[in-house]
């Protein structure tokens, strides 16, 4: 645990207004074990049941836990001595499926993996797959991918604001966040078709344009979004409860989160600045203007810190992304592995038989290997495919982000109260589906 | 504010650009593969590059000795284990390759470590958790799933799949899609498991429901066993 304290100003309700009508704020000081200076110290009294240790159970069907993850604590009257994980309850056996569809046919299993980040999956297992099969994409679904990853991203981090808000006792800023995570999906919804299982990539391009107009209500959205960013980070940031209730819990050091592979928001609250955006590029991101946001201590607090600014930083990449948007084709013009138009192929002897061998025999890949990672809201997400010059991949591999933040948890929560379980656990941004695969 | 906006990454002097045209074989080795070579010649078996990507055959026995080397060295600083899996190719005589990809953050390198495993011995090899902790979960998943043993590790048992799983390991190639029983044997193992009530011998012993145990569990427990219904 970090021994620094910080001053944080705590904004009170109670505590009237200033000469320019607005609320006055106390400087409070903070330290590491989230207690609220000055405040009495804890005074022990009742029987001394030291060594009387306690099995609780938690989960797998418990609301707190995101899913069905179940976690046996070792209790020490209300502070956790041991959290023992235990996975598995979803899993479907995703990558042993995957080893017996065409490449095409596993990308509606990359939805429902991590299904708050569907669209990005479809995104990042098109790229692993278009790098085994020595493609470049067109520059207009280059650009058109990194706003579905990045409204994807919004998406996903919206659904952690507010689940985690209400893990935390706030019910407010979930409502907040689902009504602009219903906005995102609805212009999903019309580009796609589909809200959340969206299945959009193909190995070479898109399932679908752009429909008209949709860029507008893209720019729309892009306008009204940073003002309920602005409105939630007001309540929260400053929010006496919330600081309270966030701050000095679950701390990583930096070498320890390197360590432990954590990634994502996680990782970079600790303060290493590792982004694959940025150190390991794809679909041109080093174009783009934007800044990595990068905490201090490592606890949930900057975790929160570090999703509320990169909600803000997606919003950039997206406005930046609606200006070079290019005209031009979405997919390659490569007919061995995308298939021709309808049209075509009933007119055109060539493009009839591209789509006969592409729909009875699937695209065939050289034999090699490609492991490409993205961030994913949760952090490095790699998709690792093995062909051996069949058109079903050898091996499909996940590298799934969430499991591998998780596994940290023992580590996390360790030595603090069973409430702030509750708050570590919420701030790691677990998907069952990526999880149990 | 505790959140500092960094442009950028923490190393400012090289420019990552997203890779193009990337080269099907022959393509610019990591120089990290190099370096390998020279310290360990005779661990180095092979050096693949495809897709731009590295990856180095390492004799099983020195693996840890090379990763501990490529986690604590100045010049290679590989500091981060982005996954640990294995690949089982159809070809039966192929043996199984056992796969680490590692990132070094400073320099921003990637390289693929692979050992090969005969299929006709025991699935064995070292175990890299006493220099990434993060191995802890992805190596009980391996092990869940191709039955590969990990040779130090802490606590190396099944983690996807519940313990009494009678099955095999579903990612070898002899395992059928739709597992091995039938589905009504399936569905009343499944059932008669019900792992969301049962509690390792560990957790257990937490509880301190050490004198309610049967007798031969409380053997087990006192033999120093961990797991277990």
């Known amino acids: ?437 | 504010m505790s959140v500092a906006l960094l442009p950028g990454s923490a190393a400012p002097d090289y420019a990552p650009v997203t890779p193009r045209q990337l080269p099907y074989m022959n393509g610019t080795p990591n120089p990290s593969a190099a370096a390998l070579r020279e310290r360990f010649p005779d661990a180095v078996t092979r050096v693949d590059v495809i897709w731009g990507e590295t990856s180095v055959y390492v004799d099983g026995p020195r693996l840890l000795e090379v990763v501990r080397w490529l986690h604590d060295d100045r010049t290679q600083r590989y500091d981060y284990l982005a996954d640990i899996t294995a690949v089982e190719f159809r070809d039966p005589e192929r043996p199984i390759e056992a796969i680490w990809h590692l990132r070094s953050l400073p320099f921003r390198r990637f390289l693929r470590l692979k050992v090969e495993l005969d299929k006709r011995a025991p699935l064995s090899v070292e175990s890299v958790w006493p220099v990434y902790k993060s191995a802890d979960w992805m190596e009980r998943e391996c092990y869940d799933m191709f039955g590969i043993t990990f040779r130090g590790h802490p606590d190396l048992r099944r983690i996807l799949l519940w313990e009494q799983y009678k099955e095999g390991f579903p990612l070898r190639k002899d395992f059928p899609l739709r597992g091995r029983f039938s589905r009504s044997e399936q569905l009343k193992q499944a059932l008669a498991a019900a792992p969301e009530s049962r509690y390792s011998l560990e957790e257990l012993d937490i509880a301190q429901a050490f004198e309610d145990l049967p007798d031969d569990m409380r053997r087990r427990l006192a033999a120093g066993e961990k797991t277990g219904e």
């Open chain 1, 1 to 437: 645990m970090p021994t620094t304290t910080r001053t944080v100003e705590i904004a009170l309700g109670t505590s009237g207004l200033d000469a320019e009508g607005k609320p006055t704020r106390t400087p409070l000081t903070v330290g590491a074990s989230g207690a609220v200076t000055p405040a009495a110290p804890a005074v022990e009294s009742g029987p001394d049941l030291a060594g009387e240790h306690m099995l609780i159970n938690i989960g797998p069907q418990h609301p707190a836990t995101h899913g069905v993850l179940r976690l046996v604590l070792e209790l020490d009257g209300e502070m956790v001595v041991r959290c023992i994980p235990h996975i598995g309850y979803l899993h479907c056996g995703f990558e042993k499926i995957g080893e017996y569809r065409q490449y095409n046919q596993i990308i509606p299993w990359t939805d429902r993996e991590d299904y708050l980040n569907a669209i990005g999956n479809n995104c990042a297992f098109a790229l692993g797959a278009e790098r085994l099969f020595g493609i470049d994409i067109t520059p207009r679904c280059t650009v058109l991918r990194v706003m579905a990853m990045e409204l994807s991203r919004i998406a996903s981090h919206l659904v952690w604001l507010g689940t985690t808000c209400i893990d935390i006792g706030a019910f407010t800023p979930f409502l907040w966040s689902f009504q602009e995570r219903e906005r995102v999906y609805d212009l999903l919804e019309q580009w796609v078709g589909a809200r959340m299982t969206t299945s959009a990539t193909r190995v070479g391009g898109m399932a679908a344009d752009i429909p008209d107009g949709w860029t507008d209500k893209l720019r729309d959205f892009v306008r009204t979004f940073p003002k309920t960013i602005d409105e939630v980070d007001r309540m929260l940031t400053r929010n006496g409860i919330w600081v309270g209730r966030t701050v000095g819990l679950g701390a990583m050091s930096a070498d320890d989160a390197v360590n432990y592979g954590l990634s994502g928001s996680l990782l970079r609250a600790s303060g290493v600045a590792y982004d694959v955006r940025k150190d390991f590029p794809y679909l041109d991101y080093e174009t783009y203007d934007f800044d990595v946001p990068v905490g201090v201590h490592g606890d949930v607090y900057d975790r929160y810190l570090v999703r509320v600014e990169e909600l803000r930083q997606s919003t950039r990449i997206l406005a930046q992304a609606l200006e070079r948007l290019p005209d031009g084709p979405v997919n390659v013009d490569d007919h061995r592995v995308v298939l021709p138009p309808k049209t075509k192929a009933m007119s055109d002897m060539e493009s009839m038989i591209h789509h006969f061998k592409q729909v009875m025999e699937g695209a065939r890949p050289p034999i090699g290997e490609s492991y490409v990672a993205v961030e994913s809201p949760r952090g490095e997400k790699g998709y690792y495919m093995v062909s051996d010059g069949t058109a079903k991949p050898v091996r499909w591999r996940i590298r799934p982000p969430s499991m591998i933040n998780l596994s940290a948890i023992p580590k996390m929560t360790e030595g603090y109260l069973l409430s702030d379980l509750i708050a570590i656990n919420a701030s790691i941004d677990i998907v069952m589906g990526e999880i149990d695969r």
